[in-house]
């Protein structure tokens, strides 16, 4: 059983590298964003609060996050899938503390973070265009800059934070998709002995 986090910004490709990571290693996919997001979809009370933040760029506030979070993983459980890729969680030093409780309780721990590394520019691009094809809410020019900048301000010192607990995993995320998977898939291998299972 293997449980893995895919950091980076927003845009950086965490759910495109995620996918490919659930179907290479049979992990369950766990994003917090694509839960809030079908919460907002099918207008529950969670969604209404989950879309007030949301729409602005901001954070859900942590306690909420992590009983949303503690939830999940029981459908995790009740699924029988060993192994968890978590994207988009934690995004806070208090959220990574969290998680490490809700793990122990679980009699597991967290093995290694995949971090994707990409300029800003490069990722509003992303975001602008991914706007203009699929209409996320969140893709406009004013979230997109309250996001990175909360980004910056409240997650990004989640690097240093796995850097030195040796969790993180530095990952060039500009390039060619395929190309990016390899590298993690080699990163990851070498760091945690997981293996394929196809
Ligand atoms: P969330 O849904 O997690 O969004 P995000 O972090 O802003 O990231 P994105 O989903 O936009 O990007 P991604 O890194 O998944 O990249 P993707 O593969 O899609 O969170 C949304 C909101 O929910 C937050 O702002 C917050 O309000 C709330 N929230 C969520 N989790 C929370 C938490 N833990 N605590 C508090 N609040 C929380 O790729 C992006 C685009 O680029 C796609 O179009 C893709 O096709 C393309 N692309 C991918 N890879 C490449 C490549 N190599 N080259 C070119 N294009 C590429
Ligand atoms: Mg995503």
Same mark, same amino acid.
Do not use: C, W
């Given at each position: 059983?293997?449980?893995? !986090?895919?950091?980076?910004?927003?845009?950086?490709? /965490?759910?495109?590298?995620?996918?490919?990571?659930?179907?290479? $290693?049979?992990?369950?996919?766990?994003?917090?964003?694509? !839960?809030?997001?079908?919460?907002? /979809? %099918?207008?529950?009370?969670?969604?209404?609060?989950?879309? #007030? $933040?949301?729409?602005?760029?901001?954070?859900?506030? &942590?306690?909420?996050?992590?009983?949303?979070?503690? #939830?999940?993983?029981?459908?995790?459980?009740?699924?029988?899938?060993?192994?968890?890729?978590? &994207?988009?969680?934690?995004?806070?030093? =208090?959220?990574?503390?969290?998680?490490?409780?809700?793990?122990?309780?679980?009699?597991?721990?967290?093995?290694?973070?995949?971090?994707?590394?990409?300029?800003?520019?490069?990722?509003?691009?992303?975001?602008?265009?991914?706007?203009?094809?699929?209409?996320?809410?969140?893709? %406009? =020019?004013?979230?997109? /800059? %309250?996001?990175?900048? !909360? $980004?910056h301000n409240q997650t990004h010192p989640l690097r240093e934070y796995y850097t030195k607990?040796?969790?993180?995993?530095?990952? %060039?995320?500009?390039?060619?998709v395929d190309e990016i998977f390899n590298e993690i898939s080699t990163g990851l291998e070498?760091?945690?002995?997981?293996? #394929?299972?196809?």
């Amino acid at each position: 059983m293997l449980n893995i !986090v895919i950091f980076g910004a927003p845009g950086s490709g /965490k759910g495109t590298q995620s996918a490919k990571l659930i179907d290479k $290693y049979g992990l369950f996919h766990i994003s917090t964003g694509e !839960v809030l997001r079908e919460h907002i /979809k %099918n207008g529950t009370e969670l969604g209404k609060i989950a879309d #007030s $933040y949301i729409s602005k760029g901001q954070l859900i506030p &942590d306690e909420l996050m992590i009983s949303i979070l503690d #939830s999940v993983l029981e459908q995790q459980a009740k699924a029988g899938i060993s192994g968890v890729v978590f &994207d988009g969680f934690p995004r806070t030093i =208090p959220q990574a503390e969290a998680l490490n409780g809700l793990l122990q309780k679980r009699g597991t721990e967290l093995h290694a973070v995949i971090g994707l590394e990409v300029p800003e520019e490069e990722l509003i691009d992303r975001m602008l265009s991914r706007g203009k094809l699929t209409g996320r809410a969140d893709d %406009n =020019p004013d979230t997109i /800059k %309250n996001r990175l900048q !909360v $980004y910056h301000n409240q997650t990004h010192p989640l690097r240093e934070y796995y850097t030195k607990e040796e969790k993180y995993l530095a990952i %060039n995320g500009m390039g060619i998709v395929d190309e990016i998977f390899n590298e993690i898939s080699t990163g990851l291998e070498a760091k945690t002995g997981i293996k #394929s299972t196809k």
